[in-house]
């Protein structure tokens, strides 16, 4: 979303992802999950208290977080067929942030403190669904 978060601020706030949702949306048309819809989202997993939260710097220079979450198969609707179908998922992070500054270096705001709110599931990762019956 254009902000900027250092790897100080990921490093010190990495924490509040432990014991936060995980949520998703159900698009029948695509047999997928949806992108972002707040009013129709459903918690179908969490982070654990003691998930490991682990770093790994990416070929871009850039740090990815990374934790281990659990998903509920008896509530979670059709995530678990879509997961055997897919392998994986790319997932959006949502956050609460307390407090940006102007970056002179990016040129755009710099996030220096937040809070992870939940993690959601988005559909895609090339599956296309076979409409012709």
């Known amino acids: 979303h254009n902000l900027y978060v250092s790897e100080e601020t990921l490093l010190a706030t990495s924490s509040t992802i432990l014991e936060k949702p995980i949520v998703w949306v159900y698009d029948p048309t695509t047999h ?30 850039r740090t990815m977080m990374s934790v281990i ?23 959006s992070v949502e956050m609460e942030v307390f407090e940006t500054v102007d970056n002179t270096e990016f040129s755009i705001p710099e996030i220096t403190s937040f809070c992870y709110q939940c993690i959601t599931v988005l559909g895609g990762n090339g599956y296309t669904s076979n409409t012709d019956g």
Do not use: N
């Not at 979670?76 to 998922?89: A, C, L, P, Y």
């Open 32 to 61: 997928d999950a949806k992108s972002h819809d707040p009013d129709k989202e459903i918690i179908c997993g969490f982070i654990t208290q003691y998930s490991p939260i682990e770093f790994k710097k990416m070929e871009d220079g």
């Open 69 to 91: 979450g659990k998903l509920w198969t008896r509530y979670s609707g059709k995530m678990m067929e879509i997961f055997s179908r897919d392998r994986t998922k790319a997932v």
